[in-house]
């Protein structure tokens, strides 16, 4: 079975399913503050289904901590029953900046501020965050639509080269580097660097 209960506009909206089929349409089951919104998702596998089907409860937080960083503001809980009962809640006002700081515990920062950007073009909307450590190796996540990308993308070599061609224009502007010199290579900009 799972039922879904909706929370909006002062009213508790409740559905269930059982098997697939629907219980009983959406309906109002109860009244709630006004400012109270959200969705709960309850659930409990059919095991004549799910024979092989294992609710991993870190790979869960895992996820849901990922999807509470790249949606700001967005509260998830997650409950599990089962055996010996765990609840853990994810929410992060920062957003993906506060993904970067959490990826960068552990490590000792190079600079206090976060670099953030975000902004719509052509009806794209891109959001980045990146800091850099001490640590030797990059870290850069790329997502669309809040799933991972794990072999890169448009998005994450546009996000390269996009870093490495503005620290060299600024290390050229500012006489850093001289018209002599040898450009500074990506890898260079990119050690230690904490991205989404």
């Known amino acids: 079975w799972l ?48 024979e092989e089907t294992v609710y991993d409860y870190n790979v869960l937080k895992q996820r849901l901590r990922e999807m509470a960083f790249l949606t700001k503001n967005l509260k998830i809980t997650l409950i599990d029953d089962r055996e010996d009962k765990k609840e853990k809640t994810f929410h992060y006002e920062g957003g993906i900046k506060e993904y970067v700081t959490y990826l960068n515990k552990g490590n000792n920062a190079l600079y206090n501020n976060i670099v953030y950007c975000e902004g719509t073009k052509n009806d794209v909307y891109v959001e980045v965050a990146f800091q850099h450590n001490d640590g030797y190796s990059d870290n850069v996540y790329g997502f669309v639509n809040n799933i ?6 448009t998005h994450v070599t546009g996000f390269r080269n996009a870093v490495t061609k503005t620290f060299n224009d600024y290390a050229r502007n500012n006489k850093i580097l001289k018209e002599k010199d040898q450009s500074l290579s990506g890898e260079d900009i990119r050690e230690g660097l904490t991205a989404i």
């Open 3 to 50: 039922e879904v209960t909706v929370y909006q506009n002062g009213k508790i909206h409740n559905q269930r399913y059982e098997r697939g089929k629907v219980m009983y349409p959406l309906k109002v089951t109860g009244e709630c503050d006004i400012n109270h919104t959200g969705t709960e998702v309850t659930f409990l596998p059919d095991k004549e289904i799910f």
């Open 148 to 153: 991972t990308t794990p072999e890169g993308g």
